[in-house]
């Protein structure tokens, strides 16, 4: 399964910007999906994920400014992020779970993508 995250960019606080995972597998469909960002110096951390069914769950750090949906019939998953602020700098991460549900824990999930810089700027 090949994972390509891209729409990362440098954007001013306040801002917004729409993160892209496009997933190769045929079993899209099937699989929860998760976004997960790092920044410097600091553990992994979970942001976003959704189920197959579309039950999703955000970290409470960006509720009600992020939203994570998905779109099957393109193999892609999205995390619009709203309101952005500088503390939210980091490499963003989405990665697949295949045939599994919505998790919250990075170890759960089996591949990863590449990661997009996400840059706010105050």
């Known amino acids: 399964v090949q994972l390509q995250a891209s729409g990362g960019g440098l954007v001013q606080a306040g801002g917004s910007l729409r993160l892209s995972c496009a997933a190769s597998a045929r079993t899209f469909s099937s699989d929860a999906m998760g976004w997960f960002r790092q920044a410097p110096g600091k553990e992994r951390e979970f942001v976003a994920t959704i189920s197959r069914t579309g039950g999703s769950e955000h970290a409470d750090s960006v509720k009600g400014r992020f939203t994570i949906s998905r779109d099957n019939a393109k193999n892609t998953v999205y995390l619009q992020m709203n309101s952005l602020k500088p503390e939210d700098t980091a490499v963003y991460y989405c990665?697949?779970?295949?045939w599994g549900t919505g998790s919250r824990k990075g170890s759960e999930y089996k591949f990863w993508g590449q990661g997009t810089q996400v840059t706010v700027s105050s």
């Open positions: 990665a697949a779970r295949i």
